[in-house]
Every structure is written in C-alpha cells, then in structure tokens.
C-alpha cells in the first residue's frame, strides 16, 4: 500500500508486505479519526454559522464534561499503543538476522555505492542477488553519511564512517528494483542510485560462475582475509585452535560472548571486532592484558572488512 | 461591550506615536520590540518562501535543468535553515508574544524591559552574521549533520555562529516571559484565570530556556571541530558520527513544540471568541500545553530509527513519541467542542483558526506513520516526511500564526484590515497549500527521497503538481501581505473591542497607549465568559 500507484499484491521481500499491513492498519484509524474530527469540524462551523452583522444569538455555557474528556484520552491512547505495538512487532522482524544469509559487503563513497561478494568480486552501483536466498548486507561509508533504501523492500539504513550498520534481506520476486541514497550526502546525492537485480537461482549460479571465468586466481574475502592476518603477525597473540597465547584464541570468536576485564561482556560481532582491531583497548578481555597495537593505520576499510570475514570461518 | 463602532481614540495617542530612528532602536516598549521582530522574521517568511518556490521550479522536470544541483542543495538548505531559525522559530514567541503576554495578563511591560531590547540586538546581530555567510552559502541541509558539516568547504562556521546568536536571544526571550508570567500578572488573575495564550507561551518559553543552549553547545563543538580539528564527531578523529545527531535533535525535537505551542495558545484565544462559548476544557488545554513541553524533550531519538541507533533505543523513543499525540489529541477534540451549539461568525481570524485544525489534524495523522517504527523505516527520508512536517509547520504553526496575525491587527495598528482581500488570500493559500503538498505524501509512500535535485522520471507527474500548487500558495501570500500594506496606509480605524473578545487586550484603545493601562485592571472572572448558565434541565 505504501505506493498506491503499484498495488502488485506480491511481496518483493520477505517483511515489506507486513510493513504494508502496518501501514494499511494505520490508515484505517487515521480514516476513522479523519473523518469523525474533520466531519464534525466543518459541520460544526456551518452548522452554528452566525450571518454577518447578525448578533450573536444566545448560547450556552458548557466548560466541560469529564466522561466525554475521558473516552477521547482513554480511547485514542490505546489505540496508539496498538499502532506502536504492531510496528514495533513488524520493525524487530525487519532487524532480525536471518540464519545462514550470505554477507555482501557495501561501502558508500560520495557518491558511488560499492558492492563486494564472499568470493571477492565486486560492482559498483549495482547488486545482484539470487532470489529466496537470505543476505545480509554488511555497510559502512568511506566519508560521509549515506543512507541505503530499496522502497520495495520497504527497508532503509543509514551507513556510517568508522562503524558498521547491517541490513538482512530476503528477495522474495525476480526483477529490477532501485537503491536511492536516503540520507543527505553532498553535492551528488541526488544521482547516488544503483540497482538491485534479483535473478533466479539457476540463471544467477550461471552469472557468478561466468564472473569468476573472467577473473581466474580471485581470492575471496575470506581469503584474502587468512592472508592479511598472517602477514600482519597476529598467529604470535592469537591462536585459532583454541589454546590460549599472550591473547584469547580466535577459535568460535564470532558470534561468541566475551566477558570483559570492566566487567561487562559483549558479543563479538563485525562492529566489535573491528573495534578490537582499530582501538584495541576499548574493550580488553577479561585475563588478559591492554597491551595489543592498533592497526587502524596497516588496515584499510576492505582489509578490515577481510580480516573479519577470516574471523567468522574460525570455527 | 456593544458600541465598539466607534474610532478607538489610541491611533492618534497610541504606542506609534513617537517617530524616528532612535524611538525604536532604543525602545523598551514591549510593543514596539514585538513590531521590529514582526517585521524581521516576516521578512525572511518572504525570502524563505521566495527560494522555496525556485526549489519547486527546479523540480518541475526530473533531470539537470535550470540550476545546477550544487545550487539545489543550497537553495534548499538556505529555505530550512532561513525558515526555521529565523522565521518559524521566533515568528510568533517573539512578536506576538512580546506585544501580547503583557496585554492578556494585564501588566505595563515585561519583567525586564531592557533584557528585551537586548535579545532584539542579539537576534538582529544573528541575522546580520547569518546573512553574511550567504558570501559563501552552505549546502548541508538545516540539520547540518557531520561528519558532512564538519567537512564542507561552505561557511557552516558563520552561519553557526550567526545562529548562536540567535539561540542566546531565545533563551533570554523565554527567560523574560517566564518572569513576566509568574510575577507581572494584573490583581486577581490567578493561573486558572490566564487566557491559554499565556499558557501555551509559558510552556513554550520553558523550552526555550532549556533547549536552546544544548544547540549553543552544538554548534560551538561543530565549530571547534572545524576550526581546531578537535574530534567530537569525526570517527577518523576518534568522535562518533551519531553524536552530533543526538544533539542535534535534543534540541531541535522540542523546538518543534516551541514552534507549535504558541499557534495552539492562538487558537484556544480566537476560537471562543468568535464561537461566543466558553473553551471547553480549560485545564486540560491548559496541562496537555505543558505535558507536550515535557514529553517533546523524550523523543528526540524518533528522528534516527534508520540512523544505526540501536535497535533497543529505537524501540523506546517510538513508544513514548506515541505519548505525545495524546495531549496534541486532547486540543484538537477541545476547539471541535467548543463550536457545538456556538454562535460562530466566519471572520477572517476564525477562518483561519478552522483551517489551522484542519490541517493540523492531516499534519497529526500523518505523524503516527512516522512515530511507528515499521512503517517510519520506509517513509523517513523521503517526501512523505517532507509533506508531513510542512502540514505541522505550515498548515499548522503559520496557519496560526495568520490567525493570530488577522485576530490581533486591529489591536497592533489600529487599522481594520479588509475582509474580502482575506478570504481571497485565504482560499488561493489553502487550494495551494493542499496541491502542493498533498501530492508529497504519495511521492514518498512510492519512495522519492528528499533533498534530491534529480529525481527517476516516474516521479515526475506529481512534481509537476506540487509545482503548479506552489504558485497559487505564493500568490496567495502576496494578496495577504498586499492586505497588510493597504490597511496600515488607508485601512478603516478599528474599535478598541473589534471581535468583542474578554481578555485584557481589548480593553485598551487600539493601538495600545505606551505602557498599556492607565490603571491595572483587577480580574475577577477568567476570559472566556461567554454565552448564558442554563439551568440544569432546561434543554434549548
């Protein structure tokens, strides 16, 4: 319903038509309320109309009624509370992770959107996806603040230097949708777009394989992230079988819950470790000592990007 | 009460009598400094709305025409910025409420007279370094969010300097009307005997006062961090890009409260005077005035559902952004009632009080798309949002704000201003107002984002709608401010009671003598005894 020009009926993603359901809900108490104030407005100021020059006639002295005053705070302040509880329900399943959804890696640049797949290829300003297939899209900016939307899926994120935000899509129809750039970037914002192609699984396996034909020795994201954590010493702290070094193991680290030397514990996703990577004595682990060296300046965003990506396969 | 008709003898004795530069520039009448802000911020509604309709005009067609998109972008920074912290803002709190709080409750002046020829100087100042950053103008976006801000070559450090000392004039504003209401109100006029005016004027200063300095501090961190390099907001710096937002909003969410209060305290004046029935539900206007100053500082966060806040906050800023609606709910049932069973006359400031709730109400509901988090994923950021903020401000505040402008004429110049001029203006401003933005709600449900100089040509249709509607709300506004002009220079001399209203302003002669009453009035009756007791029983 968002775009009543385009009623197609078919989901384009898992959750946008419950975003509709919502909005559809909202309309529906909205109409009510429109129509019952609007109506009784306009009926009202007509109705008790005086005639210009005519003296007022006699009307009555009424200050208030406390059942009527009651029933419209009661009555419209449940019904929000309705309206916030199904778009709160619908929002949490809009950010809730998708089990076994393949990581796209986005990074927005002013004014170019960049696209990296597990297997290392890349495009810019257009991402294309098998469709029933989950993905999480892992996102961050090079510069400014940028905001990725596709309208059809009904979702929206923004993206930001030095952090990761994610989205989890799951294409539910083939077809060409737009990306825009939804948040305010500059001079070029306006023609930030790209395109999202989602393709069926057979003809999209058969896009990949002829990608990686013109590309042979690619290395993948993963593995281009082993290669940096060799090269940049970190197997001398961190072993990734489990037996503790000068630092804690890196074995099952995704996903793992870390207790703290502060106290608190924390679960270690992409944000905290690249945080870890970047700072790493903001969050030190309990039993260990505040003495690992930042890399913020050896790795670049892609490299951190990679690194993690390593992280993840430590299983 | 019944021979008004008669010339008010203030237009030759009023507080307009005295000429030249310096029985303004030094003036501690609250009037005449109520008049300059009048002038100045209307200025700007002029200006801002002049760059609004070349915004419009540049959207006509989807692709690189008429301007480049660099000048969009400042364009339409330069219509936000200029319409918020220098129109909408100060427009009614400054000059409505400076000329009037001392009137409706019966006092000689503000409580402190130079303190208020002081913010005049600081907001002018304001204007004068603002302006000066148009030599270089910046193209962030009113919301100036960083690290965007922090980075533009544009002079962002001007123009936040500029509105520092606009923001310090606010507070000393909010402050000198909080005084004034507490300590300066006439013999016998209790609270519950305040006109809503007055109440919706101290709820609004209240926020004023403990708003605007966190937008101060902002703005001097967003200037230091430009200037010196200190990392507040730059992660590359080791600041956190989502800091200044937080600021950002803290202030500028409650701000939308000190823009909206004021029209409402307006509205609850003029809808039982041309009704001739008491308000109805006086405390409850009154409270729901103050519970939206409190609550508006708890929703800030409603801004950056999708700006990488978490999940868990976002969560809580919806659920009490839904509170808010509920005071602003019990308003508009308020005004509905208070027409039953009324003697209303459709004169100009009443048309436009209907219209403000009117709009108002489209301008509410629309908002509960934006304050549930499903459904504000999709339509944030785009024109939906862009619709529904102007039929608050718009529809709502300046609705209002001419409301209040055509109700308290007489009383401000002395002159009646024409009646069938307004409803001229009035009908080609909402025609137009409704054809230009109606269509934006549609536009962003079907995803345009805003703040796009070049837009996917499916777009266009609409576009060329909203820009049609922006011509007849652009000619609308001239003939209104034609109307002004005219009645100042050969309008017919109002009475000093010209709506027959109760509160204290209609008292005096029009224009107001300098320093108001010639004795203070004692109060023994709230403003709004109108309309006959009946008997219990005894139905019409």
């Known amino acids: ?315 | 009460m019944s021979e008004e008709k008669v010339p008010s003898p203030g237009l030759r004795r009023g507080y307009l009598k005295e000429k030249g530069f310096r029985s303004w520039a030094f003036t501690h009448d609250h009037k005449r400094i109520g008049i300059m802000y009048l002038i100045a911020t209307h200025l700007f509604f002029l200006i801002g709305g002049l760059l609004a309709v070349l915004l419009r005009l540049k959207l006509l067609t989807p692709g690189p025409a008429l301007m480049s998109s660099h000048a969009y972008n400042v364009l339409f920074t330069m219509h936000g910025a200029m319409m918020i912290f220098l129109f909408i803002i100060p427009a009614i709190p400054s000059s409505l409420g400076n000329f009037f709080i001392p009137l409706l409750i019966g006092a000689r002046d503000v409580a402190f007279p130079r303190l208020n020829l002081y913010s005049l100087w600081l907001f002018l100042a304001g204007i004068v370094v603002t302006v000066a950053s148009l030599l270089n103008p910046i193209d962030t976006g009113w919301t100036f969010y960083t690290p965007y801000s922090a980075k533009s070559a544009t002079a962002v450090t001007a123009l936040s300097l500029g509105l520092f000392l606009v923001g310090m004039s606010s507070i000393l504003t909010g402050l000198n009307f909080i005084v004034t209401i507490h300590t300066m109100r006439a013999h016998g006029m209790t609270w519950y005997r305040m006109p809503l005016f007055i109440w919706g004027m101290y709820a609004t200063s209240v926020i004023q006062v403990l708003a605007t300095p966190v937008i101060g501090m902002t703005f001097i961190l967003l200037v230091a961090e430009r200037i010196f390099g200190v990392g507040f907001f730059d992660p590359a710096k080791g600041g956190d890009p989502l800091l200044f937002q937080h600021f950002f909003w803290f202030y500028s969410h409650p701000v939308v409260y000190v823009m909206i209060l004021p029209a409402m305290g307006i509205i609850s004046e003029i809808i039982p005077t041309f009704s001739r029935k008491p308000i109805f539900g006086y405390k409850a206007i009154a409270y729901s005035a103050l519970a939206i100053a409190f609550i508006g500082f708890l929703v800030w966060g409603h801004h950056m559902f999708v700006s990488g806040m978490s999940t868990a906050a976002a969560v809580i800023f919806s659920f009490l952004t839904f509170f808010v609606a509920v005071p602003t709910g019990i308003k508009i049932f308020n005004w509905i009632a208070t027409l039953y069973r009324g003697s209303i006359s459709l004169d100009s400031p009443m048309i436009w009080a209907l219209t403000f709730i009117f709009l108002f109400i489209i301008g509410g509901l629309t908002g509960l798309f934006l304050g549930a988090l499903a459904t504000d994923v999709h339509v944030t950021d785009t024109y939906f949002l862009v619709a529904h903020f102007h039929y608050t401000m718009m529809g709502g505040t300046v609705m209002g704000l001419f409301a209040g402008l055509h109700y308290w004429f007489p009383k401000m110049t002395g002159r009646m201003l024409n009646e069938r001029w307004a409803f001229h203006a009035w009908w080609l401003i909402v025609a137009g107002f409704n054809v230009t933005f109606f269509p934006m709600f549609i536009l962003g449900m079907q995803g345009m984002p805003r703040r796009y100089a070049e837009y996917p040509a499916k777009y266009q249709p609409l576009n060329i709608v909203a820009t049609v509607g922006s011509w007849v709300l652009a000619l609308g506004i001239l003939i209104m401010f034609v109307n002004f002009i005219r009645a100042l220079k050969s309008g017919p001399p109002a009475p000093d009671n010209p709506w027959h209203g109760l509160t204290l302003e209609w008292t005096v002669p029009s224009p107001p003598p300098v320093e108001n009453f010639e004795e203070i009035p004692t109060v023994t009756d709230w403003p709004y005894s109108y309309g006959e007791k009946e008997e219990p029983g005894n139905d019409e």
């Not at chain 1, 940028?146 to 030095?162: A, E, N």
């Not at chain 1, 777009?193 to 993963?222: C, D, F, H, N």
């Open chain 1, 1 to 315: 319903m968002p775009d009543p020009s385009a009623f197609s009926g078919a989901e384009a993603a898992l959750s946008s038509g419950d975003v509709d359901a919502v909005f559809i809900f909202i309309l529906a108490i909205c109409g009510f309320f429109f129509i019952l104030t609007q109506g009784l407005l306009i009926y009202f100021a007509l109705r008790y109309r005086r005639k210009k020059g005519e003296p007022p006639a006699a009307t009555p002295y009424i200050t208030g009624n406390a059942v009527l005053e009651g029933v419209w705070i009661v009555v419209p302040s449940l019904l929000l509370i309705a309206i916030f509880g199904y778009g709160f329900a619908v929002f949490v399943k809009l950010r809730t992770p998708l089990p076994g959804a393949a990581e796209v890696q986005v990074t927005a640049s002013q004014f170019v959107w960049n696209f990296q797949y597990p297997d290392g290829r890349r495009s810019v300003n257009e991402l294309r996806l098998p469709v029933g297939k989950p993905v999480k899209l892992i996102m961050t900016s090079t510069d400014v603040i940028h905001g990725l939307f596709i309208p059809d899926y009904r979702q929206k994120m923004d993206l930001l230097p030095g952090r990761y935000t994610y989205l989890w899509l799951l294409p539910k129809r083939t077809g060409t949708f737009d990306i825009y750039c939804s948040e305010y970037c500059g001079t070029g914002h306006s023609v930030m777009r790209a395109t999202l192609i989602v393709m069926p699984q057979a003809e999209y396996q058969a896009w990949v394989q002829g990608e990686r034909q013109k590309k042979p020795g690619m290395q993948s994201i993963a593995e281009k992230g082993k290669a940096l954590f060799e090269s940049s010493g970190c197997p001398g702290c961190h072993s990734i079988d489990g037996t503790p070094k000068v630092g804690p193991t890196l074995k099952g680290i995704f996903g793992r819950t870390v207790q703290l030397t502060d106290g608190r514990t924390i679960t270690a996703d992409e944000e905290y470790l690249r945080e870890s990577l970047e700072d790493p004595n903001e969050y030190v682990v309990k039993g260990f000592q505040p003495i690992m060296p930042t890399f913020k300046a050896t790795l670049k965003d892609d490299d951190l990007a990679a690194v993690i990506a390593y992280m993840k396969t430590l299983q």
